[in-house]
């Protein structure tokens, strides 16, 4: 099967690092050309994570100019030379680079098929994130029915899908969001305590931890927040416990030096998705549990919004300033 395919398509481009402002809408942007191991998708809808924002600021390091986006998900429209396992027209689902675009080449080592009974839309509102957060609970620290689990940024793209993983393993989640839309909806998923971190009874939430915890701190505390939260979560984590960031929601979390781990004797990481799914088989493993949550419904998905592309600038803002619950999805 063959499918025709434009030379040019519409596309988000960055040139420079900065604000919103720096995204470009171009509608003439040359379709790219798969190369060995890759495929040509055209995509139907692209998540939006809040590691876009970085590759924008700057943050992360990027080659410019650069088209934003890790996953989308649509139908093959080419396959590159020496590629296997792929046909034109098959659904899939990618994680890679550029999903800012109509057409993304991506390393089919990287793709999946979509199964029956999966939208595109709600395998974009939980790739990305819902692979992180199988693999955070599974393998950074291995979470057990009965943990206490404090959980930053509870109603995001990840925390909504974090709330319910931990729910379904059986563990006590504390859940911290800004804002009384944000706590009811984490209270919904199941979570145990509910912290508007925001508000002026929320702000000293390590002290309401320790309450809820009977003075002893949390097993575990997965923080994406970062610069913010930082300090808080060693307090409010129990000896012996482990502290997880992984990510710089309100800034990165600076170095810090090691003596400060000792009295608790405190375990921390900073885990990245990428570094779980390196391989053919570990992609395979998260991505098959992803499906499977997903089909027999224990996974909810929330999308915050679907965007027109050409709005990406409002998102990147209603993203940083904090107003989206669940996910974000663009339509290229
Ligand atoms: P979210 O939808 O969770 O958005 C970020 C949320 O962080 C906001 O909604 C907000 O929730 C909270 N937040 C707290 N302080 C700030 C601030 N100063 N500015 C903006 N937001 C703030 O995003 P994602 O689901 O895409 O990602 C969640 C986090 O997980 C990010 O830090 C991301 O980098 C990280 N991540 C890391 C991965 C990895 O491999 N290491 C993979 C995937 C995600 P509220 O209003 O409730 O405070």
New binding site residues.
Partial sequence: RTMSVPTTMKAVVVEQTGGPEVLQYKTEYPVPTPKDGQLLVRNNISG????DT?FRTGLYASPKPEILGREGAGVVAAVGPNTTGFAVGDRVAWLSNGGYAEYTAVPAGKTVKIPEGISDEDLMASF??GL?VLSFAKETYAVQKGDWVLL????????FLMTQILKSIGAHVIG????EE?CALVKSLGADVVID??SEEGKDWVKKVKEVTGGRGVDVVYD???K?TWEGSLEAVKRKGTVVW??????PVPPIPLPKLSPKCVKIAR????GYIETREEFEYYTNELFRLLKSGELKVKIHKIYPMEDIKQVHQD????K?M??PLIKP
Avoid at 152 to 159: D, K, L, Q, S
Avoid at 246 to 251: C, E, K, P, V
Avoid at 271 to 274: I, N
Avoid at 319 to 322: A, F, I, P, S, T
């Fill in positions: 939006i994570n809040f590691i970085y990305l994130s992180t930053h940024a509870a109603a995001g793209g990840a925390g911290t969001a800004g804002g944000k971190y925001r994406s927040v970062g913010d992984f990510g710089n929601a309100s800034g885990p990245t998705l990428f993203l940083e300033g904090r989206t669940g996910k």
